[in-house]
């Protein structure tokens, strides 16, 4: 376990009007969206693959790993490169808006923000004042993509 | 440390010399007088000690030093080979190479009792000992000692000094408790008259308890033979004691005979040289290098291929004569250097094939079926990765070929086969594959009885069962959990495996076919693509999606009257020269959004799967390019239609068709 007071990193992005939040131990890069190709037979939350210098990786949409409407890219759309375990995906957030230092005693963990497939998606909750960072669960959520 | 470097070596060479063991032991079983194979396997054992004496690998060492021991005797001609003596030498070669793979997976010896098998090993030299005994007993040169040089020297200085040397063999009681104590006393007892120069076994197997009953020594003494002979006599537990003088002339007999027995290997010794100078030369000119060095350099080989589709891709923007000239002879040198890369990659898959004869002899033994196994085309090359991967399925398959294929003796006599049966295994190039079939003549699959337990698993309905054809109702062996053995053996049978051998080769872009005839044999024929990484393939548009189908399996492009689509039990076939083959709409099967193409012709590409073809239909054919495959990552792998994806010239990312899991 980590210590209490120990700050721990987490990289913030927006879907539609709300906060999440990854740790950024998971997080290899932030790319500019790319072109994808659809890959038939692929999860739900699975867009396709792109091209990131020279390999192939899969893409994952976060509004629908999450549960919102999809939504065409903007400018500000970016790609987290996720790394975990022997995943490596990319996940497409609407916008990166800062890097986030938290001490770990301040996430309220525990929090079951979701239910049903997505349940556990969502680990834990930061109150920053005016809006609330929800934390996602890397390893959770790539479990959801298998299953 | 610096250890490691010699750590790495020692592994390699450990391999080999183990091989090495392990091939030459099946040779000597087969031509038990063939001298320069003992001494070939004497040098491996011997060699393998030393090595891992020098690693600090003491149990190895230890175990190396025993097997050394019996193929010492066999080697000076004490010793005959028979069946139980091979049993234990491979036995001890089993242990042997259990423990080095210990050393390769956790990079330390496993301390390990090897106390059973080396008793078994001098259980092997005292049981000749015993026989020796009484025939030799007026032929020192025969007995158990492996004197050398040194220890002729010593004798003839100690004779010159007026010591007398002796040849004293004594057995101890079986109900001798401490036997290491009472060797010790005897030991004693004899070095109060002179001293002793050679004892079998060493002083310090000795010492540690790691004799039978009996054990020998060449002692040099000043006192008469029959005053040693009561002085040992006096010590309590000793069954007997054979004690014996050794005349000079014994030693020059000795000597003579070591020079001329030999006589074969004094031609031996004209070859030596010759080999070894031929090893030298090929050592010469070739180099061990890491696998991980070529995977590295096979990489930038398809960085270089990557950047030669995307120069060629830009060729129509500056399109002279100049410029089509050099894309053409970059093209052609990155596919040569390609070639050159892919072959220092290839290995002969020799080295897989080399193991089998000994899984052949013992499931022979263990099965009391006599079998015996041919193999054709073990020169043929394979990439490197393929060989690390296609043995334990080849090894599934001749155990199944031994087990279930192979009829006893009298069955196979009775039906009027010849009764010792034959398990082919034969590799052979075809086209972009390496194809290797293990077939056996054996009494072949029961296909009835196959399609009733489809049936009873329910993998196929009843009415289904009816259409099948002979192919696809074999197919079904290789589903999880189907068995059709009546009882379970220790070999196979237990319903485990066959898909693990279909899911393996299919993990390696393979596919497996199978040929059975009732009281003929059957014959699996593998397929293997030849490289993993590089492959040509044609591009094909649908809609506006492109998709890579790799050439190799690719028979012929048609295009088709939509008219000439049959339906047959709802689904759809096409004439292929007087052949029906599935139709398979592929913007169907690939969920393509975009409306698939509508006209009088349909495009049709032609693939094989193995023996099977398939007709795919397609919207476009844009060309054949040579292309990179790229897994397609984790949380992909259960998409099975695609065996990976590749970059064109302009950065997109374009899947490549798996035909065998699509077709």
């Given amino acids: ?147 | 440390m610096d250890n490691a470097q010699y750590m790495k070596l020692f592994i390699e060479e450990s391999k080999e010399h183990l091989q090495n063991l392990n091939n030459n032991l099946l040779v000597l079983e087969q031509q038990p007088d063939n001298t320069e194979v003992i001494n070939e396997i004497f040098r491996s054992a011997h060699t393998l000690k030393g090595m891992a004496g020098s690693m600090g690998f003491k149990t190895i060492a230890d175990l190396a030093h025993a097997m050394e021991n019996v193929l010492d005797r066999i080697r000076k001609g004490n010793m005959g080979v028979n069946v139980e003596i091979m049993d234990v030498l491979f036995e001890a070669l089993d242990i042997l190479d259990g423990l080095i793979q210990d050393v390769i997976q956790v990079g330390m010896e496993n301390p390990q009792d090897i106390s059973g098998i080396k008793s078994k090993l001098e259980g092997v030299i005292n049981g000749t000992n015993n026989k020796d005994l009484g025939q030799s007993a007026q032929k020192p040169d025969k007995e158990g000692l492996s004197l050398d040089e040194h220890h002729f020297h010593v004798i003839d200085e100690a004779v010159k000094n007026g010591f007398t040397p002796y040849y004293i063999e004594v057995k101890l009681k079986e109900t001798c408790l401490m036997k290491a104590a009472r060797a010790y006393i005897v030991f004693k007892a004899i070095e109060n008259f002179g001293h002793i120069i050679h004892s079998h076994p060493s002083a310090q197997d000795i010492e540690e308890e790691k004799f039978g009953l009996s054990f020998s020594v060449v002692a040099v003494c000043k006192a008469e033979l029959d005053t040693i002979k009561k002085e040992l006599d006096s010590i309590s537990e000793i069954e007997n004691i054979n004690i014996r003088e050794i005349q000079p002339h014994d030693i020059k007999s000795r000597n003579q005979s070591e020079n001329r027995k030999p006589q074969p290997q004094g031609t031996d010794r004209g070859t030596i040289p010759e080999v070894k100078d031929r090893l030298s030369k090929t050592a010469g000119r070739s180099i061990r290098v890491d696998i991980e060095r070529l995977d590295r350099l096979m990489n930038l080989v398809s960085e270089l291929i990557i950047i030669k589709n995307r120069i060629q891709d830009l060729q129509r923007y500056n399109d002279t004569a100049a410029m089509a000239e050099s894309v053409e002879y970059l093209g052609r040198v990155t596919s040569e250097l390609h070639d050159a890369v892919m072959k220092v990659r290839m290995i002969p898959i020799q080295t897989v094939f080399e193991r089998f004869p000994r899984t052949v002899r013992e499931l022979s033994r263990s099965t009391g079926k006599e079998v015996k196994l041919n193999i054709l085309g073990a020169e043929t090359e394979i990439d490197r990765t393929i060989i690390d991967e296609i043995g334990e399925p080849l090894i599934h398959l001749i155990r199944n070929a031994i087990d279930h294929g192979i009829e006893a003796p009298q069955e196979r006599v009775a039906l009027g086969k010849p009764p010792v049966g034959a398990v082919e295994l034969k590799a052979y190039h075809d086209g972009d594959n390496v194809v290797i079939e293990v077939s056996d003549d054996g009494r072949g699959i029961d296909i009835d009885k196959v399609l009733k337990r489809a049936v009873q698993q329910n993998l196929v309905s009843r009415e289904e069962a009816e259409s099948l054809t002979q192919q696809e109702i074999l197919q079904f062996i290789f589903e999880p959990g189907f068995s059709t053995a009546e009882k379970v053996t220790d070999i196979s049978g237990r319903g485990v495996g066959m898909d693990v051998v279909k899911t393996k080769i299919e993990s390696m872009g393979g596919v497996v076919d199978i040929d059975s005839r009732p009281n003929q044999g059957t014959r699996f024929i593998i397929r293997l693509p030849l490289t993993l990484s590089i492959i040509q393939a044609l591009l094909v548009s649908m809609g506006q999606e492109v998709y890579a189908i790799p050439i190799g399996s690719i028979k012929e492009i048609l295009e088709v009257p939509a008219g000439a689509i049959k339906m047959v039990r709802q689904k759809e076939f096409i004439d292929y020269r007087g052949l029906l083959i599935p139709f398979i709409r592929l913007a169907k099967a690939l969920e393509c959004p975009d409306e698939a193409k509508s006209g009088e012709l349909v495009t049709v590409v032609i693939v094989k799967k193995g023996e099977r073809l398939a007709a795919l239909s397609v919207d476009g054919l844009i060309g054949q390019q040579e292309i990179v495959i790229k897994p397609l990552g984790k949380a992909l792998s259960k998409i099975k239609i695609m065996s990976g994806a590749t970059i064109l010239g302009d950065g997109r990312v374009v899947l490549i068709l798996d035909i065998n899991h699509l077709v």
């Fill in chain 1, 1 to 147: 376990m980590p210590k209490s007071s120990e700050l721990k990193q987490y990289i913030a992005f927006e879907i539609g009007n709300e906060i999440y939040a990854v740790d950024v131990l998971f997080v290899e890069s932030i790319e500019r969206m790319a072109q994808i190709t659809r890959v038939p037979h692929s999860p739900y939350e699975v867009l396709g693959i792109i091209n990131l210098r020279g390999d192939v990786i899969p893409v994952m949409s976060a509004r629908r790993v999450l549960g919102y409407e999809e939504m065409p890219s903007t400018d500000a759309t970016r790609v987290a490169i996720v790394r975990y375990d022997e995943y490596r995906i990319g996940m497409i957030v609407d916008r990166v808006t800062e890097i986030l230092n938290i001490p770990h005693d301040k996430v309220q963990w525990g929090v079951e923000a979701l239910d049903g497939k997505r349940k556990g998606v969502i680990s834990g909750l930061i109150n920053l004042g005016d809006k609330p960072v929800m934390v996602m669960d890397i390893p959770r959520t790539l479990e959801l993509l298998l299953n």
